[in-house]
């Protein structure tokens, strides 16, 4: 019953990524926006659902598969959406919010590379 609970809550924070859902969903419990979080929030949550609101659904798939499957490309136009739109900290914030709410801890530090690689890569293009 706990793979089903994680696998649900994995695919509805995939959906908020990348369809840049804009309402509080209850199934997320972090307390507190961080420090750096630009403009005002109601929470934590809607602070990154607008950081995932300059993805589209088609770069936001690609991002979130690159980063924590390894098995997709990010295109020269989603590069583009990733660094002028979302930005680094939010790049950083979102990754780092999936690696709390995921079975993806085993994979911690392997994670946090490929997501900094995807990051210079599209610096790069730029």
Known sequence: ?????????????FFMMSS??????????VASTPSNAPGPVSSYEDYLANCASNLDTF??????????FGNATVNEDCCDELVSGVGKVCHDDMTKYVLTKSNFKSSYVQILERSQKIWNNCVALE
């Open 59 to 68: 770069c936001g798939k690609d991002v979130f598969f690159a980063i924590f």
């Open 1 to 13: 019953m706990a793979t089903f609970s994680n696998n649900f809550s994995l695919i509805l924070l």
């Open 20 to 29: 840049a859902l804009m309402f509080h969903t209850g199934f997320f419990n």
